[in-house]
């Protein structure tokens, strides 16, 4: 099956910028819909991000919109997410994930439940 690795995650100070990038194992992304996910302990599983396979349509959480970028590198074939303004409440493990679906950016990201794939995830802590 396919297999995601993501990787960038770190520590970083309050306004810190990372850069999170997620690849497949052995498999293209080019045709996924691929969402990143972050998961602090004892919260829920929260949506952050989503870009269609075309990289065309991109959407955010309300909480990340402004400071976070989501792309993909069809060369690398690569999807990263751009972290700008790091806040502590965006401290958490950093999953993505890969949806075959379509997506079109006209409508909410896919919710987890929707997506086929998931990467083992990356630690990122913003503290002074």
């Known amino acids: 099956q396919l297999q995601l690795v993501e990787s960038g995650g770190g520590l970083v100070q309050p306004g810190g910028s990372l850069r999170l990038s997620c690849a497949a194992s052995?498999?293209?992304?080019?045709?996924?819909?691929i969402g990143w996910f972050r998961q602090a302990p004892g919260k829920e599983r929260e949506g952050v991000s989503c870009?269609?396979?075309?990289?065309?349509?991109?959407n955010y959480a309300d909480s990340v919109k402004g400071r976070f970028t989501i792309s993909r590198d069809k060369a690398k074939d690569t999807v990263y997410l751009q972290m700008n303004s790091l806040k502590p409440e965006d401290t958490a493990i950093y999953y993505c994930?890969?949806?075959?679906?379509?997506?079109?950016?006209?409508?909410?990201?896919?919710?987890?439940?929707?997506?086929?794939?998931w990467g083992q995830g990356t630690q990122v802590t913003v503290s002074s």
């Open positions: 994930a890969a949806d075959r679906a379509y997506y079109s950016g006209n409508y909410p990201c896919p919710q987890w439940y929707e997506y086929d794939y």
């Open positions: 052995g498999f293209t992304l080019d045709y996924y819909t």
């Open positions: 870009i269609s396979s075309s990289g065309g349509s991109t």
